[in-house]
Each structure stands twice: as C-alpha cells, then as structure tokens.
C-alpha cells in the first residue's frame, strides 16, 4: 500500500504565494516521476510540472516562470513552489507519484488552490 498526501493549499489573494507539499509512503522504494496536476471546475484534469529523479522538470506552458516543482533527495517527496498567482490557477492539485518497476501511478487526495481578492 503507498499513500500519497497532499498539504499547501489555501486562500491567496492575486500576485500572492503558496507551496504545496506531497508526501509519498509505504511500499514504494523508487519512482519514475513525480508531479502536480490540477483540476478547475468544468475543466479536465491537466498537467501543472514534472519531475524525474536527476532533476529534470517539466512545466505547462501556463505556469512557466512562476512555478517551480523541486524533489526531497532523502525521501519520496515533492513540493510546488507557487508564485505570481493568478484567479485562473484556482483549482484542486493533486500529486501523482509513478513507481519504479511496474510503473503503478499513485494519486493522492488533492489540496484546494483558490486564488481570489
């Protein structure tokens, strides 16, 4: 069993800050990738950042520049380091975990964003 928990989200007025935490465990020892989806009312769930183990990131387009994903090098974990927010990143994130091996993806239970003055 892994259990994926997210922790960070709040309240935040426009132009404000916020970051974002995933904690990954239990039996899970590596991991392929880590990253931060969201998902707005209405909308799909998409793609916020990506990371792999060396370091290597991905971004949306959306969010370039403004938000950077990091990895704990001790312990599975992942962070979001939200700045410059906008009312459009309003949405519940959620930390996805994809395992070494057999390559299982892991979803935690979501954290809500609201970006609103």
């Known amino acids: 069993q892994v259990q994926v928990v997210e922790s960070g989200g709040d309240l935040v007025q426009p132009g404000g800050s916020l970051r974002l935490s995933c904690a990954v465990s239990?039996?899970?020892?590596?991991?392929?990738?880590m990253g931060w989806y969201r998902q707005a009312p209405g909308k799909e769930r998409e793609l916020v950042a990506l990371?792999?183990?060396?370091?290597?990131?991905t971004y949306a387009d959306s969010v370039k520049g403004r938000f950077t994903i990091s990895r704990d090098k001790v312990k599975i974990a992942v962070y979001l380091q939200m700045n410059m927010l906008k009312p459009e990143d309003t949405a519940v994130y959620y930390c996805?975990?994809?395992?070494?091996?057999?390559?299982?993806?892991?979803w935690g239970q979501g954290t809500q964003v609201t970006v609103s003055s």
């Open positions: 990371i792999i183990p060396n370091g290597e990131t």
């Open positions: 239990g039996r899970i020892s590596n991991y392929r990738r």
């Open positions: 996805n975990v994809v395992a070494a091996g057999w390559g299982t993806e892991f």
